[in-house]
């Protein structure tokens, strides 16, 4: 199994924590402000790995029952990142959403470059794609189209304030 890097934010003595249940809340009132607006999605993409718990909750929030999602890598540690955003695979089919409207969901608008690199994509494909974040920060090269809250501090996501799982001990593998 290929493990990705958990980032420890333990040193910092500054951060956003959002919980469970203000993912909850956060997760209703974004989508409310979505539903509130003239864009009417028909499809939700997640931005993954950040943005698929928040996809998946404004995707039943919002009663839309299509969604998928697209692979992008860019952050390796706490304010570390790769030179620039990589696209992963598998890759998300492109055909099957031209013309349509989309809605690319990250957990973060950080530096904004995964994002602006999956917009361009989408729109490439002739789609009319918008965003929606929990988080944008006042770096963000791109200024997404629905956010539930802004802040400039690092964030610590409830799916990943802890580091991953690892196998027990003595336990053998199949043996459950």
Same mark, same amino acid.
Do not use: C
């Given at each position: 199994?290929? +493990?990705?890097?958990?980032?420890?934010?333990?040193?910092?003595? &500054?951060?956003?924590? *959002?919980?469970?249940?203000?993912?909850?809340?956060?997760?209703?009132?974004?989508?409310?402000?979505?539903?509130?607006? $003239?864009?009417?999605?028909?499809?939700?993409?997640?931005?993954?790995?950040?943005?698929?718990?928040?996809?998946?909750? #404004?995707?039943? $929030? *919002?009663? *839309?029952?299509?969604?998928?999602?697209?692979?992008?890598?860019?952050?390796?540690?706490?304010?570390?990142? *790769? /030179?620039? /955003? !990589?696209?992963? $695979? /598998?890759?998300?089919?492109?055909?099957?959403?031209?013309?349509?409207?989309? #809605?690319?969901?990250?957990?973060?608008?950080?530096?904004?470059?995964?994002? %602006?690199?999956?917009?361009?994509?989408?729109?490439? +494909?002739?789609?009319?794609?918008?965003? %929606?974040?929990?988080?944008?920060?006042?770096?963000?090269?791109?200024?997404?189209?629905? !956010?539930?809250?802004? &802040?400039?501090?690092?964030?610590?996501? /409830?799916?990943? $304030?802890?580091?991953?799982?690892?196998?027990?001990?003595? !336990?053998?593998?199949?043996? %459950?």
């Amino acid at each position: 199994m290929s +493990q990705a890097y958990h980032a420890d934010s333990s040193e910092l003595s &500054t951060k956003e924590v *959002l919980s469970w249940e203000l993912f909850g809340t956060a997760s209703r009132e974004l989508a409310q402000t979505i539903a509130d607006s $003239a864009f009417d999605p028909e499809v939700i993409i997640a931005v993954a790995r950040g943005g698929l718990l928040p996809a998946g909750s #404004l995707s039943y $929030a *919002l009663g *839309l029952k299509l969604s998928d999602a697209i692979n992008v890598e860019f952050y390796t540690d706490v304010h570390e990142t *790769l /030179p620039d /955003p !990589v696209l992963l $695979a /598998p890759m998300l089919d492109t055909e099957s959403i031209k013309g349509k409207r989309l #809605l690319v969901v990250d957990d973060v608008a950080d530096s904004g470059r995964t994002l %602006a690199l999956v917009l361009d994509l989408l729109r490439e +494909q002739g789609a009319d794609a918008r965003s %929606a974040v929990l988080y944008a920060k006042s770096a963000s090269v791109v200024s997404p189209d629905f !956010v539930w809250r802004r &802040t400039d501090e690092w964030i610590v996501f /409830p799916w990943s $304030a802890e580091s991953p799982v690892v196998p027990n001990p003595g !336990v053998v593998p199949g043996n %459950a």
